[in-house]
């Protein structure tokens, strides 16, 4: 029998800073966070290929920046967002040990509603304006993996309260 077991522990720090300030009565405002996150275990590049690592996955310093409009039934917000490199996976299945990492990378999005009604709100969104792409490597920088071609994605819809 052959089954994953919860054998090891670590342990997560961190912690985050965030403000948000409208100015005055203009409806306009900014907002920010910046995030920190550490485990105290990690992916080794310099590892022995042949064996498993344990590392803990996901984990990365984040920060937003955000450009705000709220009144007269408007709503729009431009955000930059920056995501630093992290560990997407390891241990892969048969031989294949190398651990993978995104590489660090930031987009930015805006999203505009307008509230019609006291009942209903339409709005549009795009994400990732820029089109901007991730990129994964595994030992080092120059060991590519791929490259996710993210293109922007556009919505619009529409909501209705009862």
């Given at each position: 029998?052959?089954?994953?077991?919860?054998?090891?522990?670590?342990?997560?720090?961190?912690?985050?800073?965030?403000?948000?300030?409208?100015?005055?009565?203009?409806?306009?405002?900014?907002?920010?966070?910046?995030?920190?996150?550490?485990?105290?275990?990690?992916?080794?590049?310099?590892a022995?290929?042949?064996?498993?690592?344990?590392?803990?996955?996901?984990?990365?310093?984040?920060?937003?920046?955000?450009?705000?409009?709220?009144?007269?039934?408007?709503?729009?917000?431009?955000?930059?967002?920056?995501?630093?490199?992290?560990?997407?996976?390891?241990?892969?299945?048969?031989?294949?040990?190398?651990?993978?990492?995104?590489?660090?990378?930031?987009?930015?999005?805006?999203?505009?509603?307008?509230?019609?009604?006291?009942?209903?709100?339409?709005?549009?969104?795009?994400?990732?304006?820029?089109?901007?792409?991730?990129?994964?490597?595994?030992?080092?920088y120059?060991?590519?993996?791929?490259?996710?071609?993210?293109?922007?994605?556009?919505?619009?819809?529409?909501?209705?309260?009862?």
């Open positions: 029998v052959n089954r994953p077991v919860n054998q090891r522990a670590a342990k997560l720090r961190g912690w985050e800073i965030g403000g948000q300030y409208f100015f005055g009565d203009t409806g306009f405002g900014v907002q920010a966070n910046y995030t920190i996150v550490k485990g105290d275990v990690g992916a080794d590049r310099a022995d290929p042949g064996t498993d690592v344990f590392a803990l996955t996901g984990l990365s310093d984040t920060a937003n920046a955000v450009l705000m409009y709220e009144k007269y039934g408007w709503s729009a917000r431009l955000a930059w967002n920056w995501r630093d490199e992290y560990l997407l996976a390891a241990n892969q299945n048969g031989n294949n040990r190398n651990p993978y990492f995104v590489e660090a990378y930031d987009q930015v999005d805006l999203t505009v509603s307008y509230q019609l009604t006291d009942n209903l709100t339409v709005a549009a969104e795009a994400i990732n304006v820029t089109g901007e792409d991730t990129r994964w490597s595994a030992r080092s120059n060991q590519f993996v791929r490259v996710v071609d993210q293109s922007p994605r556009y919505m619009v819809g529409m909501r209705y309260t009862f």
